[in-house]
């Protein structure tokens, strides 16, 4: 079978024209193509009067050989790659020997516990949230009446922080074995639309991740997994290991038991400041990492899509546009787009009482009537927070309570139209032809009160950037709403090529939470790379 990449047909061609241009692409003869399979398209959207739809194809034709040979130096020609998984090692039957323990039930450890499962290694999962149904409707209660759960919300719980965003589903990550085919077969099989397999940029969407993680969750379960609900991890037992260096054995828990373990992945998330601190309180080695800082912009989505398409906007298969902007600006800092979610909503993202934070939110339709991104700025430990490997976590939270009080210190987010940020005065009385999407409501303010000043100067300076390359962005009555703080962890758990912490075996810092993924895919990634790792050590 052959892989053709990068083949061009306009928006609008009939399916039965990609046959033709197949062949004379490749310039073959009648009958030389026996079938084909579209294994992705996405679209070149460069010029807005031509639109292109991108395919790659899995070929058969007679005489592979001969056809790669007329074809030399070819880049979008080649055999298919073996995406197929394969498990490294498995469990003999009815392994009774140890479980290991994945702390952390968001998209890393959910594909971690689930290929433990399926290499019948029966993991505990201990996660300190609720299931996913009821931490929706915990959640739902900060969005409708400003109630906030400690232990319960957008990033505390079953399907983790990405439960409730976008759902996109592709990574930049390097990715030779194709692991993350392995994450889109198993989410399908779990109930997320097949067209993510072949979709250039996927997606699921909220409502639909709902689904798949309790799906999951009964795979899991049926091949012999635990899970702990509710069940937070308040201290490491760290014992000396036989060659001198120090080894995982236990987890003490917040039900005031004590779990023995030693295989643990650590795949917490970005938001879990109690257990980072209880991490560098056990001595498990750590560094504090860059990271990112800004706010929420929302425009309506109709308005980014005739940016985009033109007079293609609205075309079904295009869906709603998205975008992604970055600008380099005069005080060094990069500000660049994050997380653009396409008809979706800025939700309140906040896990500690007394904080506002914000994030992005879509559903498989992405119907709703605004679009909106992270604007965010970089920022480094050396430059912005060196006090420690922990130096992130107090800067976040330090920006975090002020954007609770410019909001009113009722979860209400502070927000400011462009008009009056370019101005550098306060926004107040009435929104325009923008009104922003947070609940449970944002307060008209200056964001200056709860953002850095190296933040509000690439804001003032990329905006209008911005929109000469997308009309509209700076529309005086778009919306910046604050504070994104978590974009990514301010911390990272160092582990070596055996992914074990560098200082203490047995322990498998994962995902985005230890510094190792950014996203739901290349966490869910990472989440198989470590389970394997374990499995590996563990079985032999």
Known sequence: MLRLSDLALPLGHAPEDLEPAIMARLGLAPG????????????????????????????????EAAVLARHPGD???????????????????????????????????????????????????????????????????????????????VQYGEGGA???????????????????RKVLVEFVKAGAPESILTEAHPHVGTFRLVTMVMSIRETIERLGGEYRFGTRVEDFAIEPAADGARRIAGLH????????????????GHSARDTFHALHAAGIHAEAKPFAIGVRIEHPQGWIDRARFGASAGHPVLGPAAYALTHKCANGRTIYSFCMCPGGRVVAAASEEGRVVTNGMSQYSRAEFNANSGLVVDITPERDYPGGPLAGI?????WESLAFTAGGS???????????????????????????????????????????????????????????????????????????????????????????????????????????????????????????ALAQELVG
């Not at 929706?136 to 759960?149: A, C, E, S």
């Open 410 to 532: 009722d979860y209400r987010a502070p927000g400011q139209k462009v008009s009056d940020l370019l101005a550098g005065r306060a926004s107040s009385g009435e929104f325009g032809a923008v009104v922003p999407s947070y609940q449970p409501g944002v307060r008209l303010t200056d964001l200056a009160e709860c953002l850095p000043g190296f933040v509000m100067e690439c804001l003032r300076e990329a905006i209008p950037v911005f929109g000469r390359q997308i009309a509209g962005y700076d529309h005086p009555d778009a919306v910046l709403t604050g504070v994104e703080a978590r974009t990514s962890s301010p911390v990272r758990f160092t582990r070596g090529a055996d992914l074990q912490s560098l200082n203490t075996r047995g322990l498998y810092p994962a995902g985005e939470g230890a510094g190792y993924a950014g996203g739901i895919l290349s966490a869910a990634v990472d989440g198989i790379k470590v389970a394997e």
């Open 32 to 63: 030389e193509l026996e079938r084909f399979t579209v294994v992705r398209r996405g679209n070149d959207a460069r010029r807005k009067g031509a639109i292109k739809l991108i395919y790659t194809l899995d070929l058969v034709v007679r005489g």
């Open 394 to 398: 107090a800067f976040q939270r330090h």
């Open 162 to 180: 990405g439960t409730f965003s976008d759902g996109k589903l592709y990574s930049r990550i390097k990715d030779p074995r194709h692991l993350g």
């Open 75 to 153: 880049a979008h020609l080649r055999p298919t790659p073996d995406t197929t998984y394969r498990f490294p090692v498995m469990a003999p039957a009815g392994w009774s020997g140890e479980r290991p323990v994945v702390i952390g039930a968001g998209p890393c450890g959910l594909m971690a516990a689930l290929i433990l499962a399926q290499m019948g290694l029966k993991p505990i999962i201990v996660e300190r949230g609720k299931a996913v149904r009821e931490r929706t409707r915990d959640t739902w209660g900060l969005w409708r009446r400003g109630v906030l759960d400690p232990e319960s919300n």
């Open 253 to 268: 828990l917040s039900d005031g038991s004590f779990l023995p373990a030693r295989h643990v992945i650590l795949a917490v």
